[in-house]
Nanobody, 116 residues
Framework: QVQLEESGGGSVQAGGSLRLSCAAS??????MGWFHQAPGKEREGVAH???????TYADSVKGRFTISRDKDKKILYLLMNSLKPEDTGMYYC????????????WGQGTQVTVSS
């Protein structure tokens, strides 16, 4: 079992930046991702990191968000630059045990609010 805890959310103006962190309880799984749930909408993946391939990003965040991790510290990061009001919502980190598996482990989320 892996427990995940996000932090780093907050309120910023459009164009600003935030860095989200996700601390894993025991180890950093090889396959992890960040998901965004806007108010009234379904949760969607925004960035994924793998042990065997380059990270992938949703079109809406390409060039603005960067996913990375520090395996020694067991932390996953999401650097969010040039934030837009539509980036507002809850951000969740998640982990899965293989490339084609579903995400089985989820954090409780951290709120990001971007004002125009």
């Amino acid at each position: 079992q892996v427990q995940l805890e996000e932090s780093g959310g907050g309120s910023v103006q459009a164009g600003g930046s935030l860095r989200l962190s996700c601390a894993a309880s025991e180890f950093t799984p090889d396959y992890m991702g960040w998901f965004h749930q806007a108010p009234g909408k379904e949760r969607e993946g925004v960035a994924h990191i793998y042990s065997i391939a380059s990270p992938t990003y949703a079109d809406s965040v390409k060039g603005r968000f960067t996913i990375s991790r520090d395996k020694d510290k067991k932390i996953l990061y999401l650097l969010m630059n040039s934030l837009k009001p539509e980036d507002t919502g809850m951000y969740y980190c998640a982990a899965r045990t293989c490339y084609s598996c579903t995400y089985d482990y989820w954090g409780q989320g951290t709120q990001v609010t971007v004002s125009s």
